[in-house]
């Protein structure tokens, strides 16, 4: 953009942070812009019921839940107050422990049915379950086993135990399930305190008392603006990587620019050949449209992070940090998907494995930032298989993360796309493997080859995740897994993998 029109996409800004608690507008203006919640919940409000167990965003403790608006509703969800910034609440919906307190006395259903089954001891993890519970209360309907499990695999509880807590959960509604909130009240506040312009706040830094300012844009043209003019800011999407700078780092952000606001990067769209995800877009939102099309990639999202973080956590943000041990990459990787990136008035698509130059570089310029992902639909001839190797099922960081997609027509084949995360400095294709697998019959003996030089293809680390050697001969493995699972055979599932995904 020239300085003139830069200067006429500049956006009107206003400074006061507004959002709903306890069924009141709360106005904050001023202080640290990159306070998180918690702090914010805990030294400034006293509401210190929310606990502080990692800040990181891993036991859960610090659990509260944020209504968004959504059209003519208002979605409740889980996140961790101890990584999200206290602006990014700004428009929204906030419920703590407290609220639940606040209803007149008596214990609201998801507490009576804890009390009821002895689901605390210590209580250190228990305002956390409490609002994770909540958040499942609140989409109004008995949950299932399977959602239960999701919902309570990002709080962490070392006395209780689970048994009891999952009791609990079973139990809520019989206890009461009227103690819904009431729709129409709660979008009428909301649309009250919604923004049209962008956020701006000038604050000082808790630490060393310099200056910090952030800004969150709802427009897309006001974005790009913005980042041209700070060609150094940082990007804040969900936080689950920017709030841990912050809080374990102790990083000093001098200017963020949020893009969780920017409505035309919260669109999901389909179109007859791929499906568009803007990049603020979370995991939760996104998961139900990628799974439908590739139910491995759905499955594997399902099982990143845990619900808060992915509540909160974005696709966008997972590729742009360029990780080499991010899941999103890989899979996207092998159904082919594109990356649009907009600097000023300008926007280029480029193929998404070509965005990872080397670790910690990526094809990015300053004041460029992710717009959307273009994701293939897979076509009819497209066998497409994900998996992840982590220590744990759930919340837990992949050791080796893999993508296939490859394109058998009349038994050979014709395509391939093997990535792997967790087995270079880089989201990376398995270029040997895949030459050795394209213009051969889909069988074991091309399998094994193909297995066989993939050691060619990469030189992983060790680390504590997992050994060079484990890496290596598993990514193998994994290519054999996905022929055998191609032909129907289901032996090497492990328990839980596959089967646990629900609709
Ligand atoms: C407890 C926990 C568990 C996790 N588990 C997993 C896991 O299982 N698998 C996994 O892959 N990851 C995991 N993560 C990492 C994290 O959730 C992901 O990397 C996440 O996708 C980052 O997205 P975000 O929206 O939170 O990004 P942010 O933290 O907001 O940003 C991440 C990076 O992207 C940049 N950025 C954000 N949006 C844009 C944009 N539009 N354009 C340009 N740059 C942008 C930011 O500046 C920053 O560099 C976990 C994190 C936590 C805290
Ligand atoms: S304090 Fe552990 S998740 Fe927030
Ligand atoms: S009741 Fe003590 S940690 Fe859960």
Known sequence: MTPATLQSHLPKTSDEIRF??????????????TTTLLNYLRYDLERTGSKEGCAEGDCGACTVVVGTLKGDRVEYRAVNACIIFLPTLDGKELLTVESLKARGGSLHPVQAALVETHGSQCGFCTPGFVMSLYALYLKGKV?????????????????TGYGPIIEAANLMFELGASELPEMGKKVSALKAIARTDTLAITGKSILTGGEKRYFAP????????LAEE?????????????????????????????VGDVAELLE??????????????????AMG??????PDMGEI????????????????????????????????????????LRKGGDERTILLEDYFIAYGQQDLAPGEFVSRIIVPKPHQHLTFAAYKLSKRFDQDISAVCAGFGVTVEAGKVTAAKLAFGGMAATPKRAANAEAAL???????????????????????LDDMRASAKYRSISAANLLMKMYLESTGDTATRVVGEKEAAHA
Request: with cysteine.
């Open 289 to 294: 449209l990628l799974g439908k099309y590739y």
């Open 301 to 340: 999202v399902r099982r990143l992070g845990s619900v808060q973080i992915r509540n909160s956590g974005t696709l966008g943000g997972n590729i742009a940090n360029g990780s080499p041990i991010g899941d999103g990459p890989p899979l996207l990787i092998a159904a082919g998907a594109k990356l649009v």
């Open 143 to 159: 949950p299932s086993k399977s959602e239960i499990e999701d919902a309570l695999a990002g709080n962490l509880c070392r006395c």
């Open 230 to 258: 700070n060609p150094i800011a940082t990007f804040l999407a969900g936080g689950t990587d920017v709030g841990l700078w912050v809080t374990k780092m102790h990083k000093e952000l001098s200017t963020v620019i949020y």
């Open 218 to 225: 709802v427009s897309v043209d006001a974005l790009a603006a």
């Open 20 to 33: 709903i608690l306890d069924d009141k507008v709360h106005t904050v203006r001023g202080g640290d812009p």
């Open 438 to 460: 394209v213009g051969n019959s889909w069988d074991k003996a091309t399998i094994q080859n193909a297995m066989a030089v993939m050691k060619d293809d990469f030189t992983p």
């Open 268 to 285: 999901i769209t389909e179109t007859k050949d791929a499906i568009e995800i803007g990049a603020s877009v979370s995991y939760t939102d």
